[in-house]
């Protein structure tokens, strides 16, 4: 399984599952659940954090150990 800091920018995900970790609720909370798409759009100049498309509406910053908490599958 793929996580999210390991999609390629402007890659398409969907979102199959998030880790247990602290910020799990939060992220929940920003919308990124299970069938949602989710595209990185940009990283910072020093690639933390990453802003990320999700499901074509809006854009979240999520830093790098949040993103690898957010279990995806690459989409063709």
């Given at each position: 399984?793929?996580?999210?800091?390991q999609?390629?920018?402007g890659?398409?995900?969907?979102?199959?599952?998030?880790?247990?970790?602290?910020?799990?609720?939060?992220?929940?909370?920003?919308?990124?659940?299970?069938?949602?798409?989710?595209?990185?759009?940009?990283?910072?100049?020093?690639?933390?954090?990453?802003?990320?498309?999700?499901d074509?509406?809006y854009v979240?910053?999520?830093?790098?150990?949040?993103?690898?908490?957010?279990?995806?599958d690459?989409?063709?």
């Open positions: 399984m793929t996580t999210l800091n999609v390629s920018l890659q398409l995900g969907v979102v199959r599952n998030l880790r247990q970790g602290e910020v799990s609720v939060r992220l929940m909370e920003l919308g990124l659940l299970p069938e949602v798409q989710v595209r990185p759009l940009f990283r910072a100049p020093f690639g933390d954090p990453v802003a990320v498309e999700v074509a509406a979240v910053s999520l830093r790098l150990e949040e993103a690898a908490l957010i279990e995806v690459i989409q063709a």
